[in-house]
C-alpha cells in the first residue's frame, strides 16, 4: 500500500470541505489494514526520529522520518 503525502492529502480535504464535510471530525486508520480506527487529536508535529524511535513502524528508521515523514496525528 502507498503512504500519502500532504500534497495528496490537501486535495483530499479540499474535494471534501467542497462535499460539506468540513465540519466533520476525522478518524484514521490505526494500521495499514484499516483494522481499527480512533480519532484524530493533533495537527502536524515535527518531532525528530530520534524523539519517536519507540513507535516507528517496521522498515521506517529515524533517519527516514527526519528526511521523508512528517506527523499528522
Do not use: R, W
Request: aromatic residues 10%.
Amino acid at each position: 500500500m502507498e503512504t500519502i503525502t500532504v500534497k495528496q492529502l490537501l486535495k483530499a480535504c479540499k474535494e471534501e470541505v467542497a462535499k460539506g464535510n468540513g465540519d466533520k471530525h476525522i478518524l484514521i486508520s490505526g494500521d495499514d489494514e484499516g483494522n481499527s480506527f480512533h480519532e484524530l487529536f493533533y495537527l502536524f508535529s515535527h518531532l525528530k526520529g530520534e524523539d519517536i524511535s519507540y513507535g516507528l513502524p517496521f522498515g521506517v528508521s529515524e533517519d527516514d522520518v527526519n528526511a521523508k515523514y512528517i506527523i499528522l496525528g
